[in-house]
């Protein structure tokens, strides 16, 4: 359990295993709510980078929200002397923009770590406070900096 005393619900585990071990989606995105983290939105395998982060950047009326976002990332990786492969690894993101209010910000990040030791096998954990943090090329470059030539 977090500081926070936030819990996760089945449906976290059960999606985390979906994605991480049957491959059934490419991303889900994460709540909290009524002090439990919560799925929200999941993303099945043909949707892409940019439907990802529209779900993970939605708003609570006007202001900004919080989320923590989990992605089945491919990319094409070229080994020197080798032939290129796809390589898949599995992020977990948390959303808190500058702009989100400061209960929301202090509750998410209190809460995350109760996810990160959940998600067993997630290769990166990136917190993300603005929108180019989050942009699929800074992403990229992070994944790839744990890859051996």
């Known amino acids: ?8 619900t089945e449906a976290c585990m059960s999606t985390y295993q979906d994605i991480q071990k049957s491959k059934k989606h490419r991303y ?4 909290i709510k009524e002090g439990l983290i919560d799925v929200e939105t999941v993303g099945n395998r043909n949707n892409n980078y940019k439907d990802f982060l529209n779900d993970l950047h939605k708003k609570d009326g006007e202001a900004e929200d919080c989320r923590y976002g989990l992605y089945d990332y491919e990319y094409q990786f070229n080994p020197d002397g080798a032939e290129s492969t796809f390589k898949s ?18 509750l998410y990040s209190s809460s995350f770590d109760t996810l990160k030791r959940a998600f067993v096998g997630v290769h990166k954990v990136i917190q993300a406070n603005d929108k180019s ?3 699929q090329g800074c992403v990229e470059e992070i994944l790839r900096s744990t890859d051996r030539n």
């Open 28 to 31: 889900a995105v994460f709540v």
């Open 1 to 8: 359990m977090a500081m926070s005393g936030v819990k996760l």
């Open 133 to 135: 943090e989050c942009e």
């Open 89 to 106: 690894k599995i992020f977990l993101m948390s959303w808190c923009p500058d702009s989100s209010k400061i209960k929301k910000k202090m």
